[in-house]
């Protein structure tokens, strides 16, 4: 049997058994196209004259693994967020790589494996969570399935939150700068949070005198006119990972007159 082109890591040329009909021919290049020729050979002095070359074929390994995926977060959707994951591409070893596997964890449990096409980028939407979101890929070709790469930094999946029920505000005293009133109110529960995290909130009073400012369940705010009739609305702001969103606003508190 004859190899063509010659391989970097074997002779071009190799002798069988006639018993035999098949071969394994090792130390070939991944990524090049090989071709192989048979003759015969018998007592007599001279062999049969080559075949014709078989049909090209081109080996190949599995892939190398992923770089590891990046994340960015893409527009929110409700209950639900949206992350684009990117990943570099695989090292291909011989074969076009054809399919990306991604993983994808929420805290230290593997929620689903996702198909990704041959794209090295996918945008998944996922369930906004105080637990973080992290991915890892792996690749296709026809030789089989790359180890998985590394995992990405994990990100955040968070969303607008409910808005807050209304807050409730008692006439409290008379200093420098005019009345004041006191506004106490309920903080938002977990599920009411969407994804975001106690410590990402913050409390937004806008009050009937046109004024707002950010509050604390029990605050005094001084400064309303003599005899007025206050009535304020509260609103939820979060900021988590360098973005913001507020909700709806309550609905007025009772009206204090100060």
């Known amino acids: 049997l004859q190899i063509s082109p010659a391989p970097p890591g074997g002779t071009a040329q190799k002798t069988v058994p006639a018993s035999m009909t098949r071969t394994t021919w090792t130390g070939l290049a991944n990524g090049t196209s090989y071709r192989v020729r048979v003759q015969a050979r018998n007592a007599a002095p001279e062999p049969s004259g080559f075949s014709d070359y078989s049909a090209p074929e081109i080996p190949a390994g599995v892939p190398g693994a992923p770089g590891t995926p990046t994340t960015a977060k893409a527009k929110s959707v409700g209950v639900q967020s949206q992350l684009t994951v ?38 998944v939407r996922v369930d906004n969570s105080e637990q973080d979101y992290s991915y890892s890929a792996r690749a296709y070709n026809k030789a089989g399935w790359s180890d998985w790469g590394a995992t990405s930094a994990p990100r955040r999946a968070v969303g607008s939150p409910d808005a807050p029920a209304a807050p409730a505000l008692a006439a409290s005293r008379t200093g420098a700068e005019g009345r004041a009133v006191t506004i106490t109110f309920t903080p938002l529960a977990a ?16 009050f009937s005198d046109g004024r707002s400012m950010t509050v604390s369940n029990g605050q005094e705010i001084g400064g309303f006119s003599n005899g007025a009739t206050i009535t304020a609305r509260l609103t939820a702001v979060v900021n988590s990972d360098g973005s913001s969103y507020d909700s709806a606003a309550s609905a007025p508190s009772g009206g204090v007159k100060v």
């Open 191 to 206: 599920g009411a949070r969407n994804g975001a995290r106690a410590e990402e909130i913050s409390y937004r009073a806008s």
């Open 86 to 123: 990117d990943w570099s591409d695989a090292a291909p070893n011989g074969a076009e790589v054809t399919a990306y596997q991604l993983r994808e964890y929420r805290g230290s449990t593997l929620v689903r494996t996702l198909e990704a096409g041959a794209a090295s980028t996918m945008t």
